[in-house]
């Protein structure tokens, strides 16, 4: 009986070993199809909101800084942001998730570009610790709205 009971013991370790040498491999390669900071186009499941969406006079974001930016301690940060509408679009900033203002170390400039374009920049100078995160422009008319994020992280340049 006893040599039994030994019997299973070690099968049972030898198997639990087992599984734990397969732990964590099989399904890592598969590749997310999820994509972030694309727009959003095609068809909805009603007319209103494909009206809404695919309004040729809705808010477009045409030009975006990159998605992942790393920038420098102590040195000058920009974004970019070019929408177009009709009407002219508003453009919004926003910091993880909240709206930002212009204030001593970062300003907001805006070009009006013709009768239904925009263009606005925002720098940040100096940029510290405290701008690291995720960046928003958001531009809107009366028919849409497009956003564009950007995610930013710093380094530390030796000198």
């Known amino acids: 009986m006893r040599f039994s009971f030994l019997l299973i ?6 198997c639990t070993d087992d599984v734990k040498g397969r732990r964590g491999r099989g399904r890592g390669r598969t590749k997310s199809k999820m994509q972030i900071g694309l727009p959003i186009t095609g068809k909805y ?13 809705g808010a477009k974001i045409l030009q975006a800084s990159h998605f992942d930016y790393e920038y420098v301690l102590g040195h000058k940060i920009a974004f970019l942001c070019v929408a177009k509408g009709n009407p002219r679009p508003q453009i919004t900033w926003l910091k993880d998730g909240a709206e930002i ?6 300003h907001v400039h805006e070009w009006r570009i013709g009768d239904d374009r ?4 925002i720098e940040i100078d100096p940029a510290t ?3 690291a995160g995720v960046y928003e422009c958001t531009a809107d008319n009366m028919y849409s709205i497009d956003r564009r994020s950007f995610k930013t992280d710093f380094s530390i340049a030796f000198d």
């Open 101 to 106: 203002f212009q204030h001593l170390y970062m």
């Open 45 to 57: 499941r009603d007319s209103d909101s494909d009206q809404y969406y695919n309004n040729n006079n």
């Open 129 to 131: 610790q405290m701008d």
């Open 9 to 14: 013991v070690v099968f049972l370790l030898f």
């Open 118 to 121: 925009v263009k606005s920049k």
